[in-house]
Nanobody, 115 residues
């Protein structure tokens, strides 16, 4: 089982990044997917959630309007579009797969927002 994130990097305030998480080794289309982030010294924070079929999504109010989650089950990939990034969005962003009591984590991709 693998979850491999990509698309992170250094971006200026106000910029955008599209993060990707490629899944393999399990039936991706039957798992709900989430993005989390964790900044240094902070607790891990839920960023976005999408159900297995990609119909239902959730983004916390603090990020709504800036972050969008989507998935392509044909490509076994989940995406996180991040817009209007600010320095406080700096963190390691990780994807997470879950179905019932089964869950998998990716290693994460660093997003740094700085001028």
């Amino acid at each position: 089982v693998q979850l491999v994130e990509s698309g992170g990097g250094l971006v200026q305030p106000g910029g955008s990044l599209r993060l990707s998480c490629a899944a393999s080794g399990f039936t991706f289309s039957s798992f709900a997917m989430r993005w989390y982030r964790q900044a240094p010294g902070e607790e891990r924070e839920l960023v976005a959630d999408i159900n297995s079929g990609g119909i239902s999504t959730y983004v916390p109010n603090s990020m709504k309007g800036r972050f969008t989650i989507s998935r392509d089950n044909a490509k076994n990939t989940v995406y996180l579009q991040t817009n209007s990034l600010q320095p406080e969005d700096t963190a390691v962003y990780s994807c997470h797969a879950r179905r019932d009591s089964i869950e998998f984590w990716g290693q994460g991709t660093q997003v740094t927002v700085s001028s």
